[in-house]
């Protein structure tokens, strides 16, 4: 059993920077691959970024890529989003996802969820 809790989330103005972080109680937390998931105000939640636990390689969504940097620190059990050049349609609430699987990226390939943190970018 893994829980996550995120953080670290708030308000920008476009064009800014923030990270998010997500920490993770339980056993074996190197061994599961971590995605993050936004959702923003009627919208379904989308893929954002994976990294892999085995390789470490990461995949991400093609609306991030050059802005967004996931990096894990497995002796906090902690991963953290780093996000650039902001965005207001970067505004949604960011979910941090675990799975035991070496590649996962749909929603159904996660076991477990955090609660979420909401990102609002301003214009």
């Known amino acids: 059993q893994v829980q996550l809790v995120e953080s670290g989330g708030g308000l920008v103005q476009a064009g800014g920077s923030l990270t998010v972080a997500c920490a993770a109680s339980g056993r074996s937390f190197s061994r599961y691959s971590m995605g993050w998931f936004r959702q923003a105000p009627g919208k379904e939640r989308e893929f954002v970024v994976f990294?892999?636990?085995?390789?470490?390689?990461?995949v991400y969504a093609d609306s991030v890529k050059g802005r967004f940097t996931i990096s894990r620190d497995n002796a906090k059990n902690t991963v953290y989003l780093q996000m650039n050049s902001l965005k207001p349609e970067d505004t949604a609430v960011y979910y941090c996802?675990?799975?035991?699987?070496?590649?996962?990226?749909?929603?159904?390939?996660?076991?477990?969820w955090g609660q979420g943190t909401q990102v609002t970018v301003s214009s």
């Open positions: 990294i892999s636990w085995s390789s470490g390689s990461t």
């Open positions: 996802a675990a799975t035991s699987r070496t590649y996962a990226l749909g929603l159904g390939g996660y076991d477990y």
